[in-house]
Protein backbone atom coordinates (compact mmCIF):
# COMPACT_ATOMS: atom_id res chain seq x y z
CA UNK A 1 0.00 0.00 0.00
CA UNK A 2 2.96 2.15 0.35
CA UNK A 3 4.89 1.58 -2.87
CA UNK A 4 2.53 4.26 -4.60
CA UNK A 5 3.20 7.57 -2.09
CA UNK A 6 6.69 6.19 -1.92
CA UNK A 7 7.14 5.91 -5.94
CA UNK A 8 5.39 9.44 -5.85
CA UNK A 9 7.44 11.09 -3.76
CA UNK A 10 10.59 9.41 -5.54
CA UNK A 11 9.83 10.47 -8.87
CA UNK A 12 8.60 14.22 -8.36
CA UNK A 13 10.28 15.28 -5.07
CA UNK A 14 13.89 13.46 -4.63
CA UNK A 15 14.85 12.74 -8.09
CA UNK A 16 14.03 16.54 -9.67
CA UNK A 17 16.37 17.60 -6.88
CA UNK A 18 19.13 16.42 -9.27
CA UNK A 19 18.48 19.40 -11.49
CA UNK A 20 19.29 21.65 -9.12
CA UNK A 21 22.68 21.90 -10.25
CA UNK A 22 21.21 24.24 -13.03
CA UNK A 23 21.73 26.89 -10.22
CA UNK A 24 25.03 27.33 -11.08
CA UNK A 25 24.80 27.25 -14.96
CA UNK A 26 24.31 29.70 -17.40
CA UNK A 27 21.66 26.78 -18.35
CA UNK A 28 20.26 26.39 -21.75
CA UNK A 29 17.81 24.05 -22.81
CA UNK A 30 19.31 23.47 -25.84
CA UNK A 31 22.76 22.68 -24.54
CA UNK A 32 21.36 20.28 -21.64
CA UNK A 33 22.36 19.82 -17.95
CA UNK A 34 25.96 18.42 -19.18
CA UNK A 35 26.87 21.23 -21.76
CA UNK A 36 25.72 24.64 -20.27
CA UNK A 37 28.07 26.57 -18.89
CA UNK A 38 29.52 26.64 -15.38
CA UNK A 39 29.32 29.97 -13.75
CA UNK A 40 28.98 28.97 -9.80
CA UNK A 41 27.32 30.93 -7.26
CA UNK A 42 26.85 33.72 -10.01
CA UNK A 43 23.33 33.83 -10.09
CA UNK A 44 22.77 33.88 -6.49
CA UNK A 45 25.11 37.45 -6.24
CA UNK A 46 23.32 38.46 -9.40
CA UNK A 47 19.58 38.04 -6.94
CA UNK A 48 20.99 39.28 -4.13
CA UNK A 49 22.42 42.25 -5.70
CA UNK A 50 19.62 43.31 -8.02
CA UNK A 51 17.80 46.17 -6.87
CA UNK A 52 14.34 44.72 -6.21
CA UNK A 53 15.62 41.81 -3.69
CA UNK A 54 15.13 43.90 -0.69
CA UNK A 55 11.74 44.72 -1.61
CA UNK A 56 10.61 40.87 -2.38
CA UNK A 57 12.40 39.84 0.64
CA UNK A 58 10.57 42.48 3.02
CA UNK A 59 7.40 41.88 1.12
CA UNK A 60 7.90 37.72 1.26
CA UNK A 61 8.38 37.86 5.16
CA UNK A 62 5.69 40.27 6.02
CA UNK A 63 3.13 38.68 3.61
CA UNK A 64 4.03 35.38 5.57
CA UNK A 65 4.28 36.89 9.39
CA UNK A 66 0.52 38.29 8.80
CA UNK A 67 -0.41 35.09 7.11
CA UNK A 68 0.53 33.00 10.67
CA UNK A 69 -0.52 35.97 13.06
CA UNK A 70 -3.73 36.21 11.44
CA UNK A 71 -4.58 33.19 9.53
CA UNK A 72 -2.61 30.53 11.46
CA UNK A 73 -5.40 30.85 14.78
CA UNK A 74 -8.10 31.20 12.64
CA UNK A 75 -8.83 27.23 12.07
CA UNK A 76 -8.19 26.58 16.09
CA UNK A 77 -11.03 29.84 16.60
CA UNK A 78 -13.55 27.77 14.36
CA UNK A 79 -12.63 24.56 15.16
CA UNK A 80 -13.27 25.43 19.11
CA UNK A 81 -16.65 27.28 18.31
CA UNK A 82 -17.87 24.46 16.06
CA UNK A 83 -17.50 22.20 18.70
CA UNK A 84 -19.54 24.46 21.25
CA UNK A 85 -22.37 24.16 18.75
CA UNK A 86 -25.17 21.97 20.24
CA UNK A 87 -27.75 21.26 17.50
CA UNK A 88 -26.60 18.60 15.36
CA UNK A 89 -27.59 19.16 12.16
CA UNK A 90 -27.04 23.06 12.53
CA UNK A 91 -23.10 22.06 13.56
CA UNK A 92 -23.08 20.12 10.24
CA UNK A 93 -24.48 22.84 8.34
CA UNK A 94 -21.98 25.32 9.32
CA UNK A 95 -19.13 22.85 8.96
CA UNK A 96 -20.43 22.33 5.24
CA UNK A 97 -20.58 26.09 4.97
CA UNK A 98 -16.97 26.90 6.00
CA UNK A 99 -15.19 23.64 4.08
CA UNK A 100 -17.38 25.32 0.54
CA UNK A 101 -14.77 27.99 -0.43
CA UNK A 102 -11.73 25.68 -0.04
CA UNK A 103 -13.27 23.48 -3.53
CA UNK A 104 -13.57 27.21 -5.06
CA UNK A 105 -11.32 27.42 -8.21
CA UNK A 106 -8.40 29.88 -7.12
CA UNK A 107 -9.36 31.58 -10.48
CA UNK A 108 -12.90 31.95 -9.53
CA UNK A 109 -11.87 33.28 -5.84
CA UNK A 110 -9.94 35.62 -7.53
CA UNK A 111 -11.94 36.75 -10.20
CA UNK A 112 -14.89 37.33 -7.11
CA UNK A 113 -12.30 39.39 -5.08
CA UNK A 114 -12.05 41.70 -7.90
CA UNK A 115 -15.71 41.82 -8.68
CA UNK A 116 -16.35 42.87 -5.05
CA UNK A 117 -13.20 45.33 -4.48
CA UNK A 118 -13.83 46.99 -7.47
CA UNK A 119 -15.73 50.71 -7.21
CA UNK A 120 -18.58 49.84 -8.05
CA UNK A 121 -18.21 46.53 -5.62
CA UNK A 122 -20.53 45.38 -3.09
CA UNK A 123 -18.17 45.85 -0.85
CA UNK A 124 -17.44 49.87 -1.98
CA UNK A 125 -21.13 50.02 -2.07
CA UNK A 126 -21.69 48.63 2.16
CA UNK A 127 -18.58 51.29 2.84
CA UNK A 128 -20.23 53.93 1.11
CA UNK A 129 -23.07 53.66 3.82
CA UNK A 130 -20.89 54.86 6.25
CA UNK A 131 -19.53 57.58 4.31
CA UNK A 132 -16.10 56.21 2.31
CA UNK A 133 -15.73 57.10 -0.82
CA UNK A 134 -15.36 54.46 -3.32
CA UNK A 135 -12.10 53.20 -4.89
CA UNK A 136 -10.30 50.15 -6.30
CA UNK A 137 -9.40 48.44 -3.61
CA UNK A 138 -6.57 46.35 -5.64
CA UNK A 139 -4.92 49.89 -7.03
CA UNK A 140 -3.99 50.86 -3.27
CA UNK A 141 -0.91 49.45 -2.44
CA UNK A 142 -1.90 49.44 1.39
CA UNK A 143 -4.80 47.38 1.29
CA UNK A 144 -3.13 44.50 -1.07
CA UNK A 145 -2.16 42.84 2.22
CA UNK A 146 -5.49 42.89 3.93
CA UNK A 147 -7.22 41.56 1.26
CA UNK A 148 -5.07 38.99 0.47
CA UNK A 149 -5.28 37.66 4.10
CA UNK A 150 -9.08 38.14 4.56
CA UNK A 151 -9.24 36.30 1.39
CA UNK A 152 -7.08 33.38 1.79
CA UNK A 153 -8.61 32.62 5.63
CA UNK A 154 -12.07 33.09 3.93
CA UNK A 155 -11.13 30.15 1.70
CA UNK A 156 -9.05 27.92 4.34
CA UNK A 157 -10.40 28.12 7.69
CA UNK A 158 -13.01 25.79 7.34
CA UNK A 159 -10.87 22.89 5.98
CA UNK A 160 -7.90 24.02 8.28
CA UNK A 161 -10.49 23.00 10.95
CA UNK A 162 -10.85 19.93 10.12
CA UNK A 163 -7.46 18.78 12.05
CA UNK A 164 -8.63 20.00 14.79
CA UNK A 165 -12.28 19.08 15.21
CA UNK A 166 -10.07 15.56 15.02
CA UNK A 167 -8.13 16.00 17.73
CA UNK A 168 -11.18 17.71 19.52
CA UNK A 169 -13.19 14.27 19.12
CA UNK A 170 -10.15 12.06 20.78
CA UNK A 171 -10.71 14.22 24.39
CA UNK A 172 -12.37 12.16 26.88
CA UNK A 173 -15.71 13.59 27.36
CA UNK A 174 -15.60 12.73 31.19
CA UNK A 175 -13.17 15.28 31.32
CA UNK A 176 -16.01 17.90 30.17
CA UNK A 177 -18.22 16.22 33.04
CA UNK A 178 -16.18 16.51 35.91
CA UNK A 179 -15.19 20.02 35.24
CA UNK A 180 -18.93 20.81 34.85
CA UNK A 181 -19.68 18.94 38.34
CA UNK A 182 -16.86 21.14 39.47
CA UNK A 183 -18.77 24.06 38.18
CA UNK A 184 -16.18 25.43 35.29
CA UNK A 185 -18.21 27.27 32.95
CA UNK A 186 -17.77 26.71 29.01
CA UNK A 187 -14.76 29.05 29.06
CA UNK A 188 -12.68 27.49 31.49
CA UNK A 189 -13.47 24.06 30.01
CA UNK A 190 -12.01 25.14 26.59
CA UNK A 191 -9.22 26.98 28.60
CA UNK A 192 -8.64 24.01 30.75
CA UNK A 193 -9.30 20.71 28.95
CA UNK A 194 -9.74 21.54 25.09
CA UNK A 195 -6.49 24.09 24.37
CA UNK A 196 -4.12 21.71 25.64
CA UNK A 197 -5.29 19.19 24.35
CA UNK A 198 -4.54 20.59 21.25
CA UNK A 199 -1.32 21.75 21.82
CA UNK A 200 0.28 19.18 20.21
CA UNK A 201 -1.23 19.37 17.11
CA UNK A 202 -1.09 23.39 17.35
CA UNK A 203 2.97 23.07 17.48
CA UNK A 204 3.10 20.20 14.81
CA UNK A 205 0.99 22.52 12.52
CA UNK A 206 2.92 26.01 13.51
CA UNK A 207 6.12 24.12 13.00
CA UNK A 208 5.31 23.23 9.57
CA UNK A 209 4.13 26.53 8.56
CA UNK A 210 6.94 28.38 9.91
CA UNK A 211 9.09 25.77 7.80
CA UNK A 212 7.21 27.45 5.25
CA UNK A 213 7.46 30.70 5.66
CA UNK A 214 9.15 31.90 2.44
CA UNK A 215 6.95 29.97 0.30
CA UNK A 216 3.82 31.88 -0.57
CA UNK A 217 1.77 30.83 -3.47
CA UNK A 218 2.58 32.82 -6.85
CA UNK A 219 -1.11 31.95 -8.39
CA UNK A 220 -3.06 33.70 -6.41
CA UNK A 221 -0.86 37.20 -6.45
CA UNK A 222 -0.13 37.08 -10.01
CA UNK A 223 -4.38 36.78 -10.32
CA UNK A 224 -4.35 39.86 -8.23
CA UNK A 225 -2.03 42.05 -8.53
CA UNK A 226 -0.93 44.96 -11.59
CA UNK A 227 1.44 47.21 -11.71
CA UNK A 228 -0.14 49.81 -9.06
CA UNK A 229 0.72 48.17 -6.32
CA UNK A 230 3.76 45.94 -7.17
CA UNK A 231 5.84 47.88 -3.93
CA UNK A 232 3.51 46.03 -1.82
CA UNK A 233 2.45 42.83 -3.76
CA UNK A 234 5.90 41.49 -5.58
CA UNK A 235 7.40 38.66 -3.88
CA UNK A 236 10.34 36.28 -4.42
CA UNK A 237 7.74 33.81 -6.14
CA UNK A 238 6.47 36.14 -8.51
CA UNK A 239 9.56 37.21 -9.43
CA UNK A 240 10.95 33.75 -10.18
CA UNK A 241 8.03 33.33 -12.48
CA UNK A 242 8.64 36.16 -14.38
CA UNK A 243 12.47 35.29 -14.38
CA UNK A 244 12.53 31.59 -14.73
CA UNK A 245 9.36 31.08 -17.12
CA UNK A 246 8.85 34.45 -18.77
CA UNK A 247 12.48 35.50 -19.12
CA UNK A 248 13.54 31.62 -19.63
CA UNK A 249 16.64 32.51 -17.15
CA UNK A 250 16.07 28.76 -15.78
CA UNK A 251 19.48 28.99 -13.96
CA UNK A 252 18.66 31.78 -11.91
CA UNK A 253 14.96 30.90 -11.39
CA UNK A 254 16.52 27.71 -9.74
CA UNK A 255 19.07 29.60 -7.95
CA UNK A 256 16.35 31.86 -6.38
CA UNK A 257 14.42 28.77 -5.16
CA UNK A 258 17.17 26.64 -4.12
CA UNK A 259 17.63 29.96 -1.97
CA UNK A 260 14.37 29.46 -0.30
CA UNK A 261 14.44 26.01 0.20
CA UNK A 262 17.76 26.71 2.54
CA UNK A 263 16.27 29.84 4.21
CA UNK A 264 13.24 27.32 4.89
CA UNK A 265 14.97 24.63 6.37
CA UNK A 266 17.03 26.22 8.73
CA UNK A 267 14.08 28.49 10.06
CA UNK A 268 11.87 24.97 10.31
CA UNK A 269 15.52 23.24 12.18
CA UNK A 270 15.35 26.61 14.72
CA UNK A 271 11.64 26.76 15.12
CA UNK A 272 11.55 22.73 15.64
CA UNK A 273 14.72 22.98 18.53
CA UNK A 274 12.58 25.95 20.00
CA UNK A 275 9.37 23.76 20.37
CA UNK A 276 11.34 20.90 21.90
CA UNK A 277 12.70 23.31 24.34
CA UNK A 278 9.63 25.16 25.40
CA UNK A 279 6.90 22.73 25.09
CA UNK A 280 8.38 19.26 24.44
CA UNK A 281 6.58 19.16 21.38
CA UNK A 282 8.42 18.35 17.87
CA UNK A 283 8.63 16.92 14.69
CA UNK A 284 11.74 14.96 15.27
Known amino acids: MAVPVIAFYVCFCYLPMSGLVIAFQDYSPAKGIWGSKWIGFNNFIDFFRDYQFP ?7 ALSFELILFGFPAPILLALLINELRGKHYRKLVQ ?29 QILSIW ?90 IILLYNPTIMETADIISTFTYRRGLLDADYGFSTAVGMFNSVVNFGILFLANKLSKKTTGESLW
Request: charged share 15%; with cysteine.
Open 55 to 61: RLLRNTL
Open 131 to 220: GFEPKTMLMDPKLFHPLFIFSDIWQTVGWGSIVYLAAISGIDPGLYEAAAIDGAGRFRRIWHITLPALVPTITVLLIMRIGNIMNLGYEK
Open 96 to 124: TVSYLPHFISLVVVCGLINNFTASTGIVN
